[in-house]
């Protein structure tokens, strides 16, 4: 009973990285497109 109660643990903590991580790459992306878009409309 604990060995699964742990290996649920350890999968919730890698996913919730990912999905963190994900946030997070989303976020440059778009903020990186958006400073990209508005250089090239001062141009």
Same mark, same amino acid.
């Given at each position: 009973?604990?060995?699964? @109660? @742990?290996? =649920?643990?350890?999968?919730? =903590?890698?996913?919730?990285?990912?999905? *963190?991580? !994900? @946030? !997070?790459?989303?976020?440059?992306?778009?903020?990186?497109?958006?400073?990209? =878009?508005? *250089?090239?409309?001062?141009?």
């Amino acid at each position: 009973m604990y060995s699964s @109660i @742990i290996s =649920n643990t350890q999968f919730f =903590n890698s996913f919730s990285t990912m999905t *963190c991580f !994900h @946030i !997070h790459s989303a976020y440059y992306l778009v903020t990186f497109y958006s400073f990209r =878009n508005s *250089c090239g409309g001062l141009k």
